[in-house]
């Protein structure tokens, strides 16, 4: 199957409520690659989560440091290519089973998010499935714009005959047929990249989703997605966005700064390599300043190789002050998405943080100042044996 040249994206089709069935998803991401294998047990309807028909059962997984990619976008085939055959190798030797096809998450391509209003005749004076499915094709092609792809076409709403705020319209009866659909696109180039490095691996893209979008639904309540809640996925390259209302997916953004960007912050204001920037990141890390920070001081390694250079003695309020500039500014710019967005009408509504870099110590609190809403850390739920290094936000 080959992806290139398509304004439309494979979308998954559901699984039959009573199949047991084999799912892989892969996220090819900026700092890592991860490929979990999972098994999808049918359970009975009071074990289920709202809107979920199978228990998942995690049975393989890997992580390793990815390869090839900036900002979430191929940027290096050949590189890229080989890291994803030892991601999905790696999960699959967990799992004692191969894979044919994987779902594959989209965190690049500036994930846009566009309202799309659909209005048609109904034929047969009954709404079909066939009718749902023809107005929505033809919302899709008022939404793919040039060199645009698209990942979603969720309706948000349906309308008969001018009436609102119905949710499920087949079998009803009606003149006219109306739905509000989310249409999620990114750009072309980068989704057709993210396949073909799939595709030379000899696998099947089974679908492409909006990362912020899966994890929405993996870190969301049922009541947080009716009540309304935004998610902010803080990735290594990307930070994107989905906002949840009534249960559904509404609205999705992104812009192309993240984790990264902090690590490449230390390594220029600390004068020291990435490796070195980035380990000392994820160790003393944090957007928190204190008293006792400055008196705190740590030694940091020269970048280069001369043995002779001396490192440098840097305090801890150093080091925080160089996270929280950057952290502030990602914050701020969620900040004017949501405020871009529908998630303003709903000034109290939730946030929920994911992806790796919102494990900076003291970004719950930040976020909460900043955005000015409630604000937690988000984790995976609804799945069963999940090891404990697969339950952190950066798995969600």
């Given at each position: ?382 799945f069963g044996r999940l090891p404990n290094e697969a339950k ?5």
């Amino acid at each position: 199957m080959t992806g290139l040249d398509r304004s439309q994206t494979p979308k998954t089709r559901p699984v039959p409520q009573k199949r047991t069935a084999l799912v892989a998803s892969l996220d090819i991401g900026t700092s890592k690659i991860a490929c979990m294998i999972a098994r999808l047990k049918p359970c009975p309807g009071n074990e289920a989560l709202r809107g979920r028909s199978h228990a998942v059962e995690l049975i393989g997984y890997s992580q390793i440091q990815s390869r090839g990619v900036k900002a979430g976008a191929v940027v290096d085939l050949a590189a890229c290519e080989q890291a994803v055959r030892q991601a999905v190798a790696v999960a699959e030797r967990m799992a004692k089973v191969r894979v044919e096809s994987v779902l594959l998450s989209v965190s690049a391509g500036r994930l846009q998010g566009q309202l799309i209003e659909a209005a048609a005749e109904i034929r047969d004076g009954a709404v079909t499935e066939a009718d749902v499915s023809r107005i929505t094709s033809t919302g899709m092609r008022h939404a793919t714009g040039y060199g645009r792809t698209v990942l979603h076409a969720l309706p948000v709403g349906y309308a008969l005959d001018g009436v609102k705020g119905i949710r499920d319209p087949r079998g009803m009866v009606a003149r006219r047929f109306g739905v509000d659909m989310n249409v999620v696109t990114a750009d072309a180039t980068v989704a057709n990249n993210l396949m073909l490095v799939v595709e030379r691996c000899h696998l099947n893209v089974e679908a492409m989703a909006a990362s912020p979008y899966v994890a929405g639904l993996s870190v969301l309540t049922d009541d947080e997605a009716d009540i309304g809640a935004a998610v902010v996925e803080m990735g290594a390259g990307t930070t994107t966005i989905a906002i949840y209302s009534g249960g559904r997916f509404v609205h999705a953004s992104g812009f192309a700064i993240g984790g990264q960007h902090i690590t490449m912050d230390m390594a220029r204001g600390l004068s020291a390599c990435i490796a070195d920037a980035e380990r000392i990141k994820t160790l003393y890390g944090t957007v928190l300043t204190g008293g006792s920070d400055a008196r705190e001081l740590m030694s940091v390694p020269a970048a280069g190789d001369n043995e002779r250079d001396v490192p440098q003695i840097v305090s801890r309020a150093t080091i925080a002050n160089i996270v929280r500039q950057r952290a502030e500014e990602i914050f701020e710019m969620v900040r004017d998405r949501l405020a871009d967005s529908p998630f303003a009408a709903e000034p109290k509504a939730r946030v929920v943080l994911s992806g790796g870099a919102s494990q900076l110590t003291g970004t719950l609190e930040l976020a909460t100042q900043i955005l000015g809403r409630p604000v937690r850390i988000g984790r995976p739920l609804g799945f069963g044996r999940l090891p404990n290094e697969a339950k952190s936000s950066s798995f969600a």
